[in-house]
T-cell receptor, first 108, second 115 residues
Framework: GENVEQHPSTLSVQEGDSAVIKCTYSDSASNYFPWYKQELGKGPQLIIDIRSNVGEKKDQRIAVTLNKTAKHFSLHITETQPEDSAVYFCAAGYALNFGKGTSLLVTP | EAGVAQSPRYKIIEKRQSVAFWCNPISGHATLYWYQQILGQGPKLLIQFQNNGVVDDSQLPKDRFSAERLKGVDSTLKIQPAKLEDSAVYLC?????????????FGPGTRLTVL
């Protein structure tokens, strides 16, 4: 089955800096890669996704890049704000095989 | 539109007891999922329904877990008997699953503590 590895497990940045979270996957047949944000006490919420027919997708301060050859994809958050503090999960496949999550802390 | 509803939000039971969780998906969403999220980990899919049929239950511990989705709307997940390692947040999600729209919408989850 699909195996998704996510790094780092924790990330602390200062407000205004950029944050990058990286994931690798094992199943070359996977073609859907979403990123979810989970705030304390809430369910995960989709923030951006990418399909295998594109290499990059951007939505305001958030961007995702995909390298299908290397089987890795990354989340980039620019100009971070305190409200970006949360746990971020990558996933691969429509059945959503999740990584273990990255706890992002943005300090003012 | 209303989101995915789950109840109860919290449940504390002793091992070997039974427990049931309820989920009401977003109206019109044909696909419903149950996930188990252990503290510090990503959600793990337990079962996926398409309308009232099971699409994938390969990771559901069928000796103690069961789920049903009568009439293709609400769903119930049951654990009987519970073990200590079942302590987790149980998340329900739904999606319309039509065309390219595979976004899953998650409920707030039920936090289960087994003592």
């Amino acid at each position: 089955g699909e195996n998704v590895e996510q790094h780092p497990s924790t990330l602390s940045v200062q407000e205004g800096d950029s944050a990058v979270i990286k994931c690798t996957y094992s199943d070359s047949a996977s073609n859907y890669f979403p990123w979810y944000k989970q705030e304390l006490g809430k369910g995960p919420q989709l923030i951006i996704d990418i399909r295998s027919n594109v290499g990059e997708k951007k939505d305001q301060r958030i961007a995702v890049t995909l390298n299908k050859t290397a089987k890795h994809f990354s989340l980039h958050i620019t100009e971070t704000q305190p409200e970006d503090s949360a746990v971020y999960f990558c996933a691969a496949g429509y059945a959503l095989n999740f990584g273990k999550g990255t706890s992002l802390l943005v300090t003012p | 539109e209303a989101g995915v509803a789950q109840s109860p939000r919290y449940k504390i039971i002793e091992k070997r007891q039974s427990v049931a969780f309820w989920c009401n998906p977003i109206s019109g969403h044909a696909t419903l999922y149950w996930y188990q999220q252990i503290l510090g980990q990503g959600p793990k899919l337990l079962i996926q329904f398409q309308n009232n049929g099971v699409v994938d239950d390969s990771q559901l511990p069928k000796d103690r877990f069961s789920a049903e989705r009568l009439k293709g709307v609400d769903s119930t997940l049951k654990i009987q008997p519970a073990k200590l390692e079942d302590s987790a947040v149980y998340l329900c999600a739904s999606s319309s699953g039509t065309g390219n729209r595979y976004e899953q919408f998650f409920g707030p989850g039920t936090r289960l503590t087994v003592l």
